[in-house]
């Protein structure tokens, strides 16, 4: 049985999930947080479902094995191809997925035309079909899969030359198209937020409004960490671990420079039967 002084459990192929990391730690001080970055296998947005499905059930049995509450898949297209399988892997575990916001986008578009930013395996799965047959029927949706942005993103280019060319390839023709609603359909997206407004403001003739899913997704795991008596009660500071599958000093740098954080970064190793713990 999970109780409350045990930590948050978050996961990303890579550094995605520390956007929603910083609002879980900005809503929740106290409680522990444990993310997972599986940067041995980033990006999951080119790979197979089964795959994706392999390696988010490796990482669930991990932050478990670690005392993890709650497991937060803080990455939109490892929800798109595992959510499901995860929960029908482990039943007794509450998981907190996402997805792309095409249902928030539609309701406030003015021009009716919204821009869908994810990863290619999101556009693919049936999750998304689903959301897009649910909530899209009134609205023009432009999509793309934005290829090469998570691993520019990865090797810390937030800001450089090579994105911005990148990023403006794909924002002219949605906002050219009349778009004024962009969905961050991937949790790395984020880090180029600023890039994306600067585009948007030299590109769009209008206001173009951005959605993140990031914050809604840390209240929404603390509102059932809430209903579930299970958000940690201790007054002191939590601490948050960092662990990745790829190499520890990189991701501490990372956050460094993402989060304005110096938090400390164990590495662990992949291996046939699953991660080798440190
Ligand atoms: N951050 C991820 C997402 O939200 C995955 C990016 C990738 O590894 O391709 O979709």
Redesign the pocket.
Known sequence: MANSTQPIGVF???I??LSVLAHLRELAPQEHLLYFADQA???????TVAEIRAFSTGITRYLLAQGAKIVVV???????AALGHLRETFPEVTFVG?EPAVKPAAMSTSSGVVGVL??P??FASPRYASLMARFAGDVRVLEDPCVGL?PLIEAGEVDTNDTAVLLRAVLQPMLFQGADTLVL?????PFVRPLIEQIAREEAPGVVHIIDPAPAVARQTLRVLEQQGLLAKQVQEGKTRLVTSGEADRLEAQVARLLDQQVEATAVVWEDSGLRYP
Do not use: E, F, I, K
Not at 41 to 47: A, K, N, T
Not at 185 to 189: F, I
């Open positions: 990303d192929s890579g995605g999930g296998h980033v990006p999951y947005g080119l790979r803080a990455c939109n297209t490892a929800s798109a996402m994810a990863t395996a999101t998570v359909g991937c949790t790395h997206y």
